[in-house]
């Protein structure tokens, strides 16, 4: 699962003008209510700065959205064919879906495992 892209982010571009490579350059547009270790988070369509016209994300998480557009990763491709190089490394994005799901709760329910909860239950505040 690739780290989550954000504003700073650089990508590369393969594109080039002629004699004039477009290099890429950092991701400059995110979400702005979405911080990822303090910056706003990358998401497809947000803008990234290249040597020519400027970029944009073009592919990001299947299931991960942020602000109604899919999130962007490391490794995700950009819209003049190059991709995102870098992520936050402690927030990683993937495609599958997480956790347990409702079958395993059901299953322990039924055999009477108990539940346990790290800090006060949200509904009684019990432990």
Do not use: W, Y
Not at 36 to 64: E, F, N, Q, W, Y
Request: charged share 10%; glycine share 18%; with cysteine.
């Amino acid at each position: 699962m690739p780290p989550a892209a954000r504003i700073s982010d650089p990508h590369v571009c393969p594109l080039s003008d002629g004699p004039k490579p477009h290099v890429g350059g950092p991701i400059s547009i995110g979400a702005p209510t979405v911080l990822i270790g303090g910056m706003p988070a990358a998401r497809v369509g947000d803008m990234a700065v290249c040597v020519g016209p400027p970029d944009a994300i073009a592919k990001g998480s299947l299931t991960v959205f942020i602000a109604g557009m899919p999130a962007a990763r490391m490794g995700d491709m950009t819209v003049h064919g190059g991709s995102v190089v870098m992520g936050f490394p402690t927030v990683i994005i993937g495609d599958m879906g997480g956790g347990p799901g409702p079958a395993s709760f059901n299953a322990a329910a039924a055999n009477g495992t108990p539940l346990v909860c790290r800090g006060p239950c949200p509904e009684c505040g019990q432990m």
